[in-house]
């Protein structure tokens, strides 16, 4: 079910919670569509099994096969694991990190992905887009080496990718947070093994503060809204120890003995 962000009438901003079936082997992920002048920009569009209902839900506003950029923060499997069904069907190019540009067409058929891949720089863009410049910002490390962020000025949203994501069902992500002691519980984890260091944590959110978005939304789990909490999530990653601040010696020691249920 597509749930409204943001419409003024001329721009709208949809996200998609329960597209993949939450069934204890997938994690839940966030999809989004922002409609505009007759097209659209797809954000993280996710696995095959998200393709069909996006698809139907992209119909109500222009013909899909219009579609005009497909926008992939980094190159995981619950980013961009459709794209070949994307780039079948529909016009559409793929914007995504420079460093992953070359990995991407391993995910399609020879040769569907030439032309249509679309390098961005490490430094992020200003993305034209009919009568809106979206901006692309660098997020690298938190959590792929090439990470990128899409911040759309007209909803004031930041799609925030992996940052700000939460381990927790589909039908506890379709509203924004609102006790921000209780979410930590569904944060803390991902976050100190997902995000690479503190260091970046803070260079992070000094960015983000001086954008200063309305919400931040991630691809896995609730949105935060409102400039109160999202202070509150800023001034807790930008303290947080993650990633490799936590290893230590004892972590990289050869197994002597087997692990895992055969």
């Known amino acids: ?39 659209g920009i797809l954000l993280d569009p996710g696995g095959v099994l998200t393709y069909n209902e996006l698809y139907m839900a992209m119909s109500k506003y222009f013909p899909p096969k219009k579609l005009k950029y497909v ?95 939460s381990m927790m069902p589909p039908d506890l992500a379709t509203t924004a947070v609102t006790n921000f002691d209780q979410h930590l519980s569904f944060m803390r984890g991902f976050h100190t093994r997902y995000m690479v260091s503190n260091k970046v944590c803070r260079y992070w959110a000094a960015m983000v503060r001086e954008v200063d978005p309305e919400w931040i939304v991630p691809q896995h789990g609730a949105p935060f809204k409102g400039k109160a909490m999202i202070a509150r999530f800023l001034d807790w990653i930008e303290t947080l120890d993650c990633g490799v601040d936590l290893m230590t010696r004892d972590m990289y020691v050869a197994p002597r003995a087997v692990n895992i249920r055969l």
């Open 1 to 39: 079910m597509a749930i409204e962000l943001f419409n003024d009438g001329k721009h709208i901003c949809l996200m998609f919670s329960d597209l993949a079936e939450e069934d204890g082997e997938s994690v839940q992920s966030n999809q989004f569509l922002i409609v505009q002048d007759g097209n």
């Open 71 to 165: 926008f992939a923060s980094h190159a995981d499997p619950d980013i961009i694991a459709s794209l070949p069904r994307w780039l079948n069907g529909s016009e559409t190019s793929l914007l995504i990190s420079r460093i992953w540009s070359r990995f991407v067409p391993h995910f399609c058929p020879q040769g569907k992905t030439e032309g249509r891949i679309i390098a961005l720089p490490d430094e992020g863009t200003l993305l034209p887009f009919g009568s809106t410049t979206f901006q692309i910002l660098p997020a690298h490390f938190l959590h792929a080496e090439g990470n990128l962020q899409f911040y759309d000025p007209v909803s004031r949203i930041l799609f925030s990718g992996d940052m700000g994501a």
